[in-house]
Structures are given as structure tokens and as C-alpha cells.
């Protein structure tokens, strides 16, 4: 065969180098001195340091650290995280994440994140907000495998273009998917396509009506619907927002889901924050504790 054929050209070895591909892999156990990050497998620039137990023993605190800040063209991001029976985990981000503008090569820059919480067990996924860049090729894939008897907690914050810089979401692709299920049975399924087509709903009054951000926020399974009372004052964290945030909530399937949209990463995050902090003491009967890293 003759090499020369097969041989990458010099633009080609230069995108490759370029390209990050990062997997980790993440399993907490509970143990008889409470819950153990008992796997922490990177390859990449994808890695968690140790746990904390600002909450006890039982619960671990973990914060995902990707230095590089965010995706480009070619990058791929790919997260495991398994709670196992009876171990309780919170894992968020030490900062934004970040999809930047496309390369001319248009290579997707994709993150996918598989979770599984077993029997007993809860895991709650508090990232901070992501930026979609203009001109980005994003996706962005999320899947829940619950157990009979376990819980979840997530919530996805979305930046679309640079509002701040007056640089709006105008041209990119940016895909969304989450897919929640417990024992094989779909919860939830929720995807977001921007751009590639001509009915782009950023703007359409069916679709994010102009707002640059959005948010989803999912709680449960609850063995019962939540108070009247309850959903009543996280009803009203909204409408006070009213303005600057456009949002609702809803409960099906035993999960309680919270879709909103706003002109602000921080005050989505602050809306976010505010209702998992309502809602935790019911779900998993313990009070809020908010990692220490977003106070910095």
C-alpha cells in the first residue's frame, strides 16, 4: 500500500493534535464509615482532586475540574458517575463551562454524561452554567438511570451567545438532551436543537422568545406530589423573579421539573439554588448545604 496515501496532512496531524478527549469515571460506595469515592479513573484533563464532607460522613461533595475551561472543535467530554446502594454524592463544577466558537472544520464538541444511582442511593448534579458561544457546534448529552428507592437532583444552565459583549447566539448548532429513566422505564425526556435549519425557535414566541438563557431543573422521584404549599412558595421565588425570569413548574412522572428562561446566568443559578434549597429537605430529608466553591 503506499503510505503516502494513508498519511495525515500537515492541516490535518495540526487539528488532531488540537483535539481533547477526556473520560471520567466516577463510583461512590457507603461503607461503614459512610459514603467513599471508591473509584476516581481519569484519562485527560478531566478530574476530580478528593471529597468533602461539609454535611458528615454520609454525604460526599465532589467538584469536576476540566482546566482547559471548555470545548473545542473536536473535543469530547465524557462522565461516569454511579451512586451505589445507599451511598449519597454531590457533584458540581468549580467553574462555567464553556463552548467555544467552531474551528472552519465544524468538528462537533460534545459532553456526555451517564448517571446511575442504585437502590437506596441518591445523587444530586448541580453544574455551574454553561456558555454556548457564537459560532459553536455543541452537544450535550445527559443520561439518568434510576433505581427503585433512589433519587435525583440536576439541573442544566445554559448561556446562549455573549449577551454582556452584545455578541448574541446568531449562528452555531447547539444540541441538548436529557433522558431520565428508572428500571428501563423512561421519566423524563427533554432536548433543546438550536440552529442548522430555518425554524430556529431562539427567538420564536414557541421557543426561548429571545431569552439568551435557559434553564431545567428536575427533582425526584417524590412518593407523593409535593404540598400545595410547597409548590405554592417555589411558584413565587418565580413570579418575583418576573421580568427577568420567565419560568414554570410542573410535576409528572413523579418528578418535579422547573423550566425557566432569563437574560442572566447568575440569577438563573441564584433561582436554581433558591428552589433546591426548598425542595431538598423533602426529597432527601436533610437540609440544604450549598458547596463551599460557590461562594468563591
Same mark, same amino acid.
Given at each position: ?50 471529597? $468533602? ?115 448574541? $447566539? ?51 422521584? $417524590? ?74
Amino acid at each position: 500500500m503506499n503510505q503516502l496515501a494513508v498519511a495525515e496532512s500537515p492541516l490535518e496531524e495540526s487539528a488532531a493534535a488540537g483535539r481533547w478527549h477526556a473520560d471520567l469515571d466516577l463510583r461512590f460506595e457507603c461503607g461503614e464509615r459512610g459514603c467513599r469515592l471508591a473509584r476516581n479513573h481519569h484519562r485527560g484533563p478531566l478530574y476530580v482532586q478528593k471529597p $468533602f464532607f461539609p454535611e458528615g460522613r454520609d454525604l460526599a461533595h465532589v467538584y469536576l475540574l476540566h482546566p482547559p475551561g471548555g470545548l473545542v472543535s473536536g473535543d469530547r467530554l465524557d462522565i461516569r458517575a454511579v451512586a451505589e446502594k445507599g451511598a449519597r454524592a454531590l457533584v458540581t463544577t468549580t467553574g462555567a463551562g464553556r463552548v467555544y466558537r467552531a474551528r472552519p472544520d465544524g468538528l462537533l464538541q460534545s459532553q456526555n454524561t451517564a448517571l446511575r444511582v442504585a437502590p437506596g442511593a441518591s445523587l444530586e448534579w448541580l453544574p455551574l452554567e454553561n456558555i454556548a458561544y457564537p459560532g459553536a457546534n455543541g452537544a450535550m448529552n445527559t443520561r439518568v438511570d434510576l433505581s427503585v428507592d433512589s433519587h435525583f437532583a440536576g439541573w442544566e444552565i445554559t448561556s446562549l451567545g455573549l449577551p454582556a459583549c452584545d455578541a448574541p $447566539f446568531a449562528s452555531g448548532r447547539l444540541l441538548q438532551r436529557l433522558e431520565i429513566f428508572r428500571e428501563g422505564v423512561p421519566l423524563l425526556i427533554e432536548a433543546l436543537r438550536l440552529g442548522g435549519g430555518r425554524n430556529n425557535p431562539l427567538a420564536a414566541r414557541a421557543g426561548l422568545r429571545g431569552f439568551p438563557v435557559n434553564g431545567l431543573m428536575v427533582m425526584g422521584p $417524590f412518593k407523593s406530589s409535593p404540598s400545595e404549599s410547597l409548590l405554592g412558595h417555589c411558584r413565587e421565588m418565580i413570579e418575583v423573579r418576573d421580568g427577568e425570569i420567565l419560568g414554570g413548574i410542573s410535576f409528572t412522572a413523579e418528578m418535579l421539573v422547573v423550566r425557566a428562561l432569563g437574560f442572566c446566568g447568575f440569577e438563573m443559578r441564584a433561582l436554581f439554588t433558591g428552589l433546591w434549597e426548598i425542595l431538598r429537605p423533602e426529597l432527601l430529608h436533610r437540609p440544604a448545604c450549598a458547596p463551599r466553591i460557590w461562594r468563591t
